[in-house]
């Protein structure tokens, strides 16, 4: 009989070691921050860039009160048009890898914009021509070869950001290629997949995975409302718009919209009347929501946030509007990365290197 016990408490053991293992390598996270306009959409190399991110702004980071960052990474940074490998930005790439490590930070490694394929473009060859899907799928292959020596809790894959094919099926198509040849390579690591047209959350219920594989992270990006994430953005609609915006409630009244000048009417003419609110942007997650439910999936935003060259009048709405993503983050159980940490139109450290105090403890759960 003592035997007998014995046998039990040690399967139990086992069992659990097992569970416990398995556990430990899986890939989780729940607030981070994208280091953004560094080894993506960038033109700056050599001295300058290795000074944009060094190990303090990871060691910053890191006691900020986040526990990963979202790096995007271009293929025109890392490889030159014959696919050889640009050596300083794949060091430059695991170094920060290294530093992440050393800090408690987990990191998604995010293929942003290819050669055959830019969020923004008008013409995607990606698409259309099966060399280039074999192109990006051996561009992973090459990632695989540096960041396979990391360990599956460390290290996530995002296997490219914003997909915007005319046809959702052409990207389901491409993910099931691409994952088949990355599972093959390593069976353990978790990618992130969004949905087709900037990772939009209508177009969640299209979006196809491979069925059982529970090393998925489902993404979606958030920038609603528009007119105040991207107010007066000079690469969008919004370019000339400098008129009143308002959060939570009506975006822009009719009496607001009827005293703006004629140029500025065509961009906001959308949002007159327009309501948001937490329950609203809630009501927009609907669809990511319930993909990963139905595929008993973790949920993750990868990008989210608000320019800011917002008017100072309204830097009060704005926080409110980080409020009620966090916590509806929070609420849902939902992780996130905002978009960014320190670079351009968004980041939450400026140019100058002044940190914005209130929004860091919004997005690092303190406040």
């Known amino acids: 009989m003592k035997s007998v016990n014995f046998l039990l408490v040690l399967l139990v053991g086992l069992l659990f070691s097992q569970c416990s293992d398995n556990v430990s390598n899986k890939f989780t996270v729940k607030r981070g921050t994208n280091l953004a306009h560094w080894l993506s959409q960038s033109k700056v190399r050599g001295k300058e860039r290795e000074k944009f991110i060094t190990v303090v702004d990871i060691q910053d980071i890191a006691q900020m009160g986040f526990d990963h960052v979202r790096l995007p990474i271009d293929e025109e940074q890392m490889w030159d048009e014959k696919g050889n490998r640009h050596d300083d930005a794949f060091l430059l790439m695991t170094n920060c890898i290294d530093w992440c490590a050393e800090n408690n930070l987990r990191v998604i490694v995010d293929l942003h914009i290819l050669r055959s394929h830019y969020f923004n473009a008008d013409v995607k060859p990606l698409w259309t021509d099966k060399k280039e899907q074999e192109k990006f799928i051996d561009l992973w292959r090459d990632l695989s070869k540096s960041l396979n020596k990391y360990p599956t809790n460390l290290v996530a894959y995002e296997l490219m950001n914003e997909p915007v094919a005319d046809d959702p099926e052409m990207w389901n198509s491409l993910i099931a290629n691409a994952i088949q040849s990355i599972r093959k390579l390593e069976p353990n690591r978790t990618i992130v997949i969004g949905s087709n047209r900037w990772q939009s959350t209508h177009t969640f219920d299209k979006l196809k995975v491979p069925e059982n594989d529970k090393n998925i992270l489902l993404s979606f990006h958030f920038y609603e409302p528009f007119i ?109 990365a905002n978009w960014n940490y320190k670079s351009g139109s968004y980041g939450f450290v400026e140019n100058d290197g002044i940190k914005k105090e209130e929004l860091i403890d919004i997005l690092s759960g303190k406040k």
């Not at 718009?241 to 308002?246: D, R």
């Open 228 to 336: 105040f994430s991207h107010y007066n953005a000079s690469w969008t609609e919004m370019k000339n718009y400098k008129g009143p915006i308002h959060y939570p409630g009506a975006i822009l009244t009719e009496a607001e919209f009827d005293a703006l000048p004629e140029e500025m009417k065509e961009a906001a003419k959308k949002w007159v009347g327009r309501h948001f609110n937490k329950e609203i942007i809630l009501e927009h997650w609907a669809k990511p929501i319930a993909k990963a439910k139905a595929l008993g999936l973790p949920l993750y935003c990868g990008e989210f946030g608000i320019i800011n060259n917002t008017p100072k009048e309204v830097e009060a709405d704005k926080l409110r509007w980080y409020e009620d993503m966090i916590e509806l983050f929070e609420e849902s159980g939902i992780a996130y």
